[in-house]
């Protein structure tokens, strides 16, 4: 069927910018909200093996929401585009021919996920638009070189679209006018039970991943690639997070949980989160290398989500794809370099069953 698009306003910044909602959608199928603040995606709401849509990202129902002083303070990220660079920075530098950058230390002293005021804080340009068989949006920022101290003028693209057959899917496209480094995700939580009451401990979890990466105790990779083979990391076969969660090893003491990226096998399908009770199914493939999952471990009811439903420890989990952490300083890992004359492109898809 072919799916609909429609588009409100959500609020005002305070500097009094628009923020527009877009939800794209398939009438008791699919209903998919993102918005222009943090390219953010908001909402999902997909139907239980009985019919029942529920929503089952986290997020707020207003702007306001998240804009609060309790939220942003704590840097979670929830549904936003993330960027410049996903994820944790040895030492809040890098090197680029021959040149230091030095990153600022938004949280605990750390340079996470892009800096003081990252890709999640910006206020995006909107492009909607319908085709034959899909709709979609397509945010655009221009990053100023020098931005959080990053090198290079990059354009990005984000461009959410729903097809068809319900199938979701998130595209990158990105330039820059100098050489640069560059390695965006989104920081979507899910919680398949489309209540955040719960935690997420009771999903299925699949990844197709004979390796992961092992974290120094700075929640930094150790450059280490180690097989899964006999850890709580092995989710070669669909199994459930609480079991492995709950082991003894020193790996998960590190961040309370799982905060670990994943090493893909191959790019189709290679994820699984799969809810029990509710029978809803979400199967993910992508262009990336790796997959950050994080379950959720540092949400600690500091602000209140959708519905004034506090988000705690494990209410959700996060898939993010993307190329390793600390790509910058790891020189045996995938580069993220982007050269000028490159276009950076990256695309991961959702599939939404419910079994
Ligand atoms: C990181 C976590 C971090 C969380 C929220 C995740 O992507 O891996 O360590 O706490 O985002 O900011």
Redesign the pocket.
């Known amino acids: 069927m072919q799916p609909l698009l429609t588009s409100k306003t959500f609020g005002f910044t305070p500097k009094g910018e628009e923020i527009h909602l877009f939800t794209l959608s398939i009438p008791n199928q699919i209903e998919i909200s993102v918005m222009n603040y943090g390219a953010t995606w908001t909402h999902l709401l997909i139907p239980d093996r009985n019919g029942k849509m529920e929503d089952v990202v986290l997020g707020f129902d207003t702007l306001e929401g998240y804009l609060q002083k309790d939220y942003q303070d704590h ?3 929830i549904g936003s585009t993330v960027g410049r660079i ?2 944790r920075i040895t030492g809040n530098q890098f090197h680029l021919d021959g040149k230091t950058y030095e990153l600022p230390a938004n ?1 605990d002293g750390i340079h ?2 892009g800096g003081m005021e990252g890709w999640d804080r910006k206020v995006w340009k909107t492009e909607p638009f319908e085709t034959q068989n899909s709709v979609g949006v397509t945010f655009y920022y221009q990053s100023q070189d020098g931005e959080e101290n990053y090198p290079g003028t990059i354009d990005i693209w984000v461009t959410y679209t729903l097809d068809e057959t319900g199938r979701m899917e998130i595209s990158y496209q990105a330039s820059s006018d100098k050489k640069t480094i560059l390695n965006p995700t989104n ?1 979507a939580y899910f919680n398949l039970t489309g209540d955040f009451s719960k935690t997420i401990e009771e999903h299925g979890f699949f990844v197709d991943a004979e390796n992961y990466l092992p974290m120094n105790k700075n ?1 930094l990779p150790t450059g280490e690639i180690a097989n899964v083979g006999g850890t709580p990391f092995d989710f070669r076969n669909l199994k459930t997070i609480q079991e492995p969660i709950q082991r003894e090893h020193p790996q998960l003491q590190i ?1 309370e949980g799982i ?1 670990h990226c994943f090493v893909l096998k191959q790019p189709e399908d290679c994820a699984v989160l799969y809810d029990p009770e509710s029978g809803r199914k979400l199967t993910l493939s992508t262009t990336e290398p790796g997959i ?1 999952v ?1 379950t959720g471990n ?1 949400l600690g009811n500091n602000f209140k989500g959708k519905n004034g439903v506090t988000y705690g420890k494990r209410t959700a989990i ?1 898939l ?1 794809t993307q190329h390793f952490p600390d790509s910058c300083n790891q020189p045996d890992f995938p580069s993220i370099l982007l050269m000028p004359e490159e276009i950076f492109e990256s695309r991961t898809q959702f599939v939404f069953t419910a079994e």
């Open positions: 840097y979670c990220y996903a994820g949280l996470l996920h920081h929640s961040a905060d950050q994080y540092y996060c993010e």
